[in-house]
Nanobody
């Protein structure tokens, strides 16, 4: 199983980025997909999640109204559209897959760095 994130980079405050996570080696539509982020010295935190069929989403309070998670099950890809970025959004962003009926089966991507700075 591989989860490969892309789309990170350096952006100015107020800017936008779109992260992608391409999955392979699993039955994608059987997995709840999420984005987490982590800064040095802090625990990894949930940013957003989307149900296996894509109908239900949830967000951390800190990103509600600014970030949007979506998925394309035909492309085995989950996205995170990030708008109105703030310096405090700076982190390594990780893609996570959890089996919808067997939650002990989970996978992580390698992470992609997002830096929000002027």
């Amino acid at each position: 199983v591989q989860l490969v994130e892309s789309g990170g980079g350096l952006v100015q405050p107020g800017g936008s980025l779109r992260l992608s996570c391409a999955a392979s080696g699993l039955t994608f539509n059987r997995y709840v997909m999420s984005w987490y982020r982590q800064v040095p010295g802090k625990e990894r935190e949930l940013v957003a999640g989307i149900a296996s069929a894509g109908g239900s989403t949830n967000y951390a309070d800190s990103v509600k109204g600014r970030f949007t998670i979506s998925r394309d099950n035909a492309k085995n890809t989950v996205y995170l559209q990030m708008n109105s970025l703030k310096p405090e959004d700076t982190a390594v962003y990780y893609c996570n897959a959890v089996n919808a009926v067997a939650a002990w089966i989970k996978y992580w991507g390698q992470g992609t760095q997002v830096t929000v700075s002027s």
